[in-house]
């Protein structure tokens, strides 16, 4: 089994800036993608983006050249740099980890409120 625990969520005005971080523990060594989605109030969950272990990235079209996912193997910790953040951004946001044997995780989730 896989851990995680999302952090850096909060309230910011619009244009502004905030850091998520999601650490895992447990069964790391099993971690192929790691990635961030979110769900906002009466829509479905969505990707917002994702990361291999090598490094590749995929990105949601609306958040693409605003946010940005990295990821530090070594720390077992995934982030998701959000910047130029708008209202329509607002949402709970969760980390997932994809494991090589088919599973997938979740973390409990850290809201994200961007005020106009």
């Known amino acids: 089994q896989v851990q995680l625990v999302e952090s850096g969520g909060g309230l910011v005005q619009a244009g502004g800036s905030l850091r998520l971080s999601c650490a895992a523990s447990?069964?790391?060594?099993?971690?192929?993608?790691m990635g961030w989605y979110r769900r906002a109030p009466g829509k479905q969950r969505e990707l917002v983006a994702k990361?291999?272990?090598?490094?590749?990235?995929n990105y949601a079209d609306s958040v693409k050249g605003r946010f940005t996912v990295s990821r530090d193997n070594a720390k077992n910790t995934v982030y998701l740099q959000m910047n130029t953040l708008k209202p329509e951004d607002t949402a709970r946001y969760y980390c997932?980890?994809?494991?090589?044997?088919?599973?997938?995780?979740w973390g409990q989730g850290t809201q994200v409120t961007v005020s106009s």
């Open positions: 997932n980890a994809y494991l090589n044997v088919g599973e997938s995780y």
């Open positions: 447990g069964n790391i060594f099993s971690i192929n993608d």
């Open positions: 990361i291999t272990r090598g490094g590749s990235t």
